[in-house]
């Protein structure tokens, strides 16, 4: 493994790791390109059994030095070019266009069982000669994978994207007026760079939505059903990869509510020249039981002219802010942080986007009111991730490091440490953390208050006034408003990370804001970050409002508690399986209800829940020194206890939430329910690196009857077509 150096490092030690970086150049890249496995790696002796590379001279810069001033990212300092702190404007997201009609828009239609018809592929993808064909849609065949509920929900709305290397944006669409946007004029070409003063990013280096930036942003509403279709555009070379990443992909709407066949799972990726269709229906949890008549004004969507629709579904299930990435077996970390992450604000008639509206159903939470819906003028997303490149510029990352990869420049919205002009009112800020292992802890520069009132993009009970947010652990989303009505025109106040790491593993200290300020900490990533520069007057008053109440938890105590579950993440994982396809190699592993620490499988069915049931499940950490922002996906759960104690859980954790950081040695028990759709899902760590190494398991809700199979069979996706094989293993205690 290679480091991040700090600028106090001698001459010597600097051209020690670039040595070591460029000797691990080919390694990263066999083991990138499947020429060599980690099991491979392990028996060389190049590998230690913790997964770290191990201490070779000219392999690893640890070697003959304590390197007390540096933390571990797997590359020599990146190059900053001359460039300085908060010299570029922060651009907001680009918004994808919300086609209507789409059965007739896209082409071919969508249809609800998976398109197979089928193409010549190319010689040049892994497996492939010349006159092979496969299907043009990469959703496995079959009526297990086709759209659940599509004949009730047929989409309306189409969106379309790309994943493809980079190139120059020239259709920017941030939805707002130059004048919100610092001034960025979106008929201006766009290269990829990180800052206008870096270099401009290869086509093997990232790999985004689209190709271009800044990142993407859906607009949905419920009862809206949307059909997003997914080209794969990434090189048909597995190869051709830049040193990391791979060039199947799965995208994962995380935490949407429908069917598994639409959930990104893992074992169900897609190859280049293929397209995936995902069917998003945004319907209300629980609409097959709860307010099935669509009677409670609460349970309600907009519409275009100001009203609102009632829907089936518990209100209180209503979210908020999502996002959707990569999910591919053993590469999620790598193709995450190469580009692959977008999005997805979801609109309400409680959060509905519009401040002006005062119905006594809408929240008028800060946004704009032009449009009846999803104004996005004051409503702001932001998406925050730590980077790193080589030499020459361009993004790189070490895969060796298995506790975790850091980067040392931080970006917002893919640009390095930018600037946002603002008015002297209230903005809402949809915070993602899309890092691969860094945690957050943010604050304001003058320690004011900011107003958390969401979690995971599920709006609290009430809102939770805070001069320094929680540790945001990977994939959490902290909606917070901020009033800059208290600034002067004129004056400037910055966000501050206030979380020092060490190393990939978990948070070494949380600083005060005055030692974050300071300049003094190794962690590059630490101090301010995104400057806000106060320049106007509002144009028209500031009619937001933050309300005392929002949405409650719904009230689960008639509902039956069917089967508790323990799941503990931790090391030194062992492998019963040996499925090349579906079976992964450690470190990292999952306990399940006190078996054996167990490296993933995505062909191995851990937990298999009662359709139509509650309950209640445990996550414990394994040990003391490292973290877990552990993601349940397809249901939203509600926090019982932390470490045994209802009074450990606070305010901010009281809501629904989708990601649960464990803390080192702790545990989070939680409650959820298992309705409305089926098929196979996934749980594990969200610091990517633990789950693609290989802290991940399957879990399923198979007993709803036809076209679902007790236990299910796993897809095996290959570009000549998805066959099935029966589950590897099922749990003792799965079923």
Not at 321 to 331: A, G, I, Q, V, Y
Request: proline share 8%; glycine share 10%.
């Amino acid at each position: 493994m290679s480091v991040f150096l700090s600028g106090k490092t001698s001459k010597t030690r600097l051209r020690e790791a670039e040595i070591a970086r460029r000797n691990r150049l080919e390694i990263r890249r066999a083991l990138a390109d499947g020429q060599i496995t980690r099991r491979e790696l392990l028996k060389w002796g190049l590998f230690t059994s913790a997964g770290v590379i191990a201490s070779y001279g000219g392999l690893s810069p640890f070697v003959g030095s304590a390197y007390a001033d540096s933390i571990p990212t797997g590359l020599p300092p990146s190059p900053m070019f001359g460039v300085q702190d908060f010299s570029c404007p922060m651009p907001r997201f680009d918004v994808l266009a919300r086609n209507p009609s789409p059965f007739t828009f896209l082409t071919p239609a969508p249809t609800a069982l998976s398109n197979q018809t089928q193409q010549l592929l190319n010689p040049a993808l892994e497996g492939v000669v010349a006159g092979d064909t496969g299907p043009i849609e990469g959703r496995p065949p079959g009526p297990i994978w086709a759209h659940q509920g599509f004949g009730v929900f047929p989409p309306r709305i189409a969106i379309e994207a790309t994943q493809e290397g980079a190139k120059d944006n020239t259709i920017y669409n941030p939805q707002v007026p130059s004048s919100l946007n610092c001034g960025i004029n979106p008929a201006s070409p766009m290269p990829l760079k990180f800052h206008p003063g870096l270099p401009t990013q290869g086509p093997d280096a990232v790999w985004t939505f689209n190709g271009t930036i800044p990142p993407k942003l859906v607009i949905g509403r419920y009862g809206e059903p949307l059909l997003f279709r997914h080209h794969n555009k990434l090189p048909f070379n597995v190869a051709q990869n830049g040193g990391f990443g791979r060039h199947t992909i799965s995208t994962h709407e995380h935490n949407g509510h429908h069917g598994a066949e639409n959930d990104g799972f893992t074992g169900a990726y897609f190859y280049p020249g293929q397209f995936y269709d995902y069917h998003w229906p945004i319907v209300l949890a629980g609409f097959r039981t709860f307010n099935t008549g669509a009677t409670d004004p609460k349970a309600a969507t907009p519409d275009d002219s100001g009203g609102k629709i009632n829907i089936a579904g518990d209100w209180r299930e209503t979210m908020s802010t999502h996002w959707f990435h990569d999910h591919m077996f053993s590469f999620t970390s790598q193709n995450v942080y190469k580009g692959n992450a977008a999005m997805f604000n979801i609109y309400s008639a409680l959060d509905r986007g519009n401040e002006a509206i005062n119905d006594g159903v809408n929240l008028r939470l800060p946004s704009g009111s032009a449009k009846s819906f999803g104004n996005l003028d004051y409503d702001v997303n932001l998406m925050l991730a730590d980077k790193a490149w080589d030499a020459s510029g361009q993004l790189m990352m070490d895969i060796f490091d298995f506790d975790g990869f850091l980067g040392d420049r931080m970006t917002v919205n893919l640009t390095y440490k930018p600037y946002f002009e603002v008015e002297r009112r209230k903005y809402r800020f949809r915070i993602l953390n899309a890092s691969v292992s860094r945690f957050f802890k943010i604050a304001l520069s003058d320690g004011s208050t900011m107003i958390q009132i969401a979690n995971d993009g599920n709006l609290f009970p009430s809102p939770v006034p805070l001069t320094q947010l929680d540790e945001q652990g990977i994939a959490e989303r902290y909606d917070i408003v901020i009033d800059f009505s208290r600034y002067g025109i004129g004056q400037k106040v910055w966000m501050v990370n206030l979380a020092e790491h060490s190393d990939g593993k978990r948070v070494a200290n949380d600083l005060s804001l005055s030692e974050a300020l300071s300049g003094q900490s190794s962690d590059p990533c630490v101090g301010r970050f995104l400057e806000f520069r106060i320049v106007r007057n509002p144009a028209t008053p500031d009619v937001s409002q933050v309300p005392a109440v929002m949405i409650p938890n719904p009230d689960l105590s008639a509902v039956p508690v069917a089967r508790a579950r323990i799941f503990e993440f931790g090391r030194g994982a062992a492998q019963t399986t040996n499925d090349p396809v579906s079976s992964f190699f450690g470190p990292w592993g999952v306990k399940t209800d006190n078996g054996s620490m167990l490296a993933a499988d995505f062909g191995r069915v851990s937990a298999a829940p009662r359709s139509g049931t509650r309950e209640i499940w445990t996550l414990r950490n394994g040990g003391g020194g490292w973290d877990h922002p552990v993601h349940i996906h397809f249901e939203e759960g509600q926090i019982l206890a932390r470490d045994g104690k209802a009074s450990n859980v606070p305010a901010w954790e009281k809501g629904r939430k989708d990601v649960y950081r464990l803390r080192p040695g702790g545990e989070v028990t939680l409650t959820m329910q298992f309705r409305d759709w089926g098929g196979m899902f996934m749980e594990h760590c969200h610091n990517t690196v633990h789950e693609d190494n290989a802290m991940l398991v399957r879990w399923e809700i198979d007993d709803g009857g036809a076209p679902f199979l007790r236990p299910l069979p796993t897809p095996i996706p290959a570009p000549q077509g998805v066959t099935f094989r029966n589950p590897t293993e099922v749990l003792r205690t799965a079923l």
